[in-house]
């Protein structure tokens, strides 16, 4: 048996980011909500930290202002010298990173929820950056257990070409909520109480830690992105097909050669044509019409993370 130091720094920094896109309402309701009223989300030994990220695109009730938000994150616009015409996202990712980070420092905060809404039929699902993070991965299977059955989907967006620069990896564990379906603009209670929910049982996660309890090696199933999936153009780059009827609300659902995927207005069905099976996510996303994004393709992966316990504890083999 190898000797090895199995454990991690306790986790005293945590914020709860909502209105990264000002039109998702669950998360800006429950940030404001916690702002007034923290009692809820607070640990002990933890500062628990309600962020709205971005307000001028939540006062408007529109996902952003210049840009997104969500995307400015690279070390390029961290670092970029604001001039007068410089976005006022990434005039406020500077700010961001300021408060929460740097990114990828020692002093950056430990843990960052970031709660989003989508208009696609994506449940309860958790976004994770990073497939070797045993901390993210360790905290995603406790939630998962605490909200059985409800299905929570994880989502692995490491790629090597796709890149996100997201609002939240400014923090050591990033962590995405991702609860849908809801429209842009309007609130569900039943949406907002499953999010809550996710964020309850990740900071009780956090408690346990941090008070020594510890967390056999564990696997937990994801689909890890592999392609983003655009509508089909004409020559003059307008969409002339829509999200099939048998495709729309399946996300996570297999897909095989030969199922439809789009379907014109003149009535003819374009199938998929590939031959490994994939599973669709962000079916449909209202968002991503401007990306040029129908759905992205994922695949399923095991995720698996090491035995978890926080420093308090004594060190021994693992």
């Known amino acids: 048996m190898v000797l090895r130091n199995c454990s991690q720094h ?8 909502g209105g990264t896109h000002g039109n998702e309402l669950a998360g800006i309701y429950l940030v404001k909500h916690w702002q007034a009223h923290g009692a809820e989300i607070q640990r002990p030994g933890v500062e628990v930290k309600p962020f709205l990220c ?3 695109a939540v006062e408007k009730c529109t996902r952003y202002i210049d840009c997104d938000l969500n995307r400015v994150f690279d070390l390029g616009s961290l670092g970029r010298t604001v001039v007068e015409d410089t976005p006022y996202e990434v005039r406020r990712a500077q700010e961001i990173n300021r408060i929460f980070g740097p990114k990828g420092s020692d002093d950056a905060f430990d843990l960052i929820f970031d709660l989003h809404n989508t208009t696609s039929n994506m449940g309860c699902t958790l976004i994770l950056e990073n497939s070797r993070d045993d901390f993210a991965i360790q905290m995603s299977h406790y939630i998962k257990n605490a909200l059985a059955p409800e299905p929570v989907p994880i989502l692995l967006i490491e790629h090597p070409t796709l890149k996100y620069a997201t609002t939240r990896s400014v923090a050591k564990h990033p962590v995405g909520v991702e609860v849908g379906p809801q429209p842009q603009g309007v609130i569900r209670a039943d949406i907002l109480e499953k999010m809550r929910k996710i ?5 009780d996660f956090v408690q346990l830690f941090n008070e020594g309890q510890e967390f056999p090696p564990c696997t937990i199933e994801a689909y890890k992105i592999m392609e983003k999936v655009d509508y089909p153009r004409n020559k003059n780059d307008e969409v002339i097909a829509i999200i099939h009827p ?4 399946q996300d996570w659902q297999p897909l095989n050669k030969g199922d439809p995927l789009f379907l014109t207005l003149d009535g003819e069905v374009i199938e998929y044509k590939g031959d490994s099976t994939f599973y669709p996510a962000f079916i449909n996303e209202a968002a991503y019409y401007e990306k040029k994004h129908a759905f992205v393709k994922t695949v399923k992966v095991k995720l698996t993370a090491e035995l ?3 420093e308090i504890r004594t060190f021994k083999s693992c």
């Open 54 to 56: 971005n307000p001028r």
């Open 246 to 249: 048998k495709l729309q609300d």
């Open 199 to 203: 964020v309850k049982h990740g900071l």
């Open 10 to 17: 306790l986790i005293q920094k945590v914020a709860v980011f």
């Open 308 to 310: 978890l316990r926080s």
